[in-house]
């Protein structure tokens, strides 16, 4: 019986896109999918949602491409810009599911200091009853440890849980700890998987 639906936050609940800052940065479509692939890359994300301060992560990044640094750079003080929104749907889904008595939690890769600028900002992480966020643990999904941790820290059984994410990676590793999973695509295709599985009326 499905009791708890566990969410990713970047791509599920919130609309997160560097390209709102580097593509008017550039101005070369060519020149900023190179940085984003071979600079910016999902590596360097993902030292800072492991926990090591992202203003820190962008130093160390900038020392070793220095001729990239001033971009490099903006990825913490123009970070802000990056969050483009709520992903459209969701807070409304996630009101419905909240009041038919199915409890709501997050687990999220995230770093630290870019966390804490939009904790309080956005009316959905209000509806969770906890989360869990990578970079305070010190483990990053799709590590089965950080699933672990959400689950005992609040006493949740795998097989009442479904969890959220939009990465299939992260999904298989809910998986196969014994939750149900979902790769997220939008929240009408979400509500629609969910009443299919589940039964629920949205």
Known sequence: MLKNLIFDFGGVLIDWDPHAVYDPYFNDAERCSWFMEHICTQSFILEGDAGKPVPQVCEEHA?????????????????????????????????????????????????????????????????????????????????????????????????????????????DAARALGMDAIVFENSDRLAQELAGRYKIKL
Not at 136 to 147: A, L, M, T
């Open 63 to 171: 020392a070793r491409h220095p001729e990239w640094a001033e971009p490099i750079r903006m990825f913490w003080t123009h970070w802000p810009e990056m969050i483009t929104g709520p992903i459209p749907g969701m807070y409304a889904l996630l009101k419905q599911l909240k009041a038919q008595g199915f409890h709501l939690w997050g687990l999220t890769n995230w770093g630290r200091e870019t966390f804490r600028l939009v904790r309080d900002t956005f009316p959905a992480f209000r509806l969770l009853e906890g989360m869990v966020v990578s970079s305070e643990e010190g483990v990053i999904k799709p590590d089965p440890r950080i699933y672990r941790i959400l689950l005992e820290r609040y006493g949740l059984r795998p097989e009442e849980s479904v969890f959220v994410d939009d990465r299939a990676p992260n999904a």
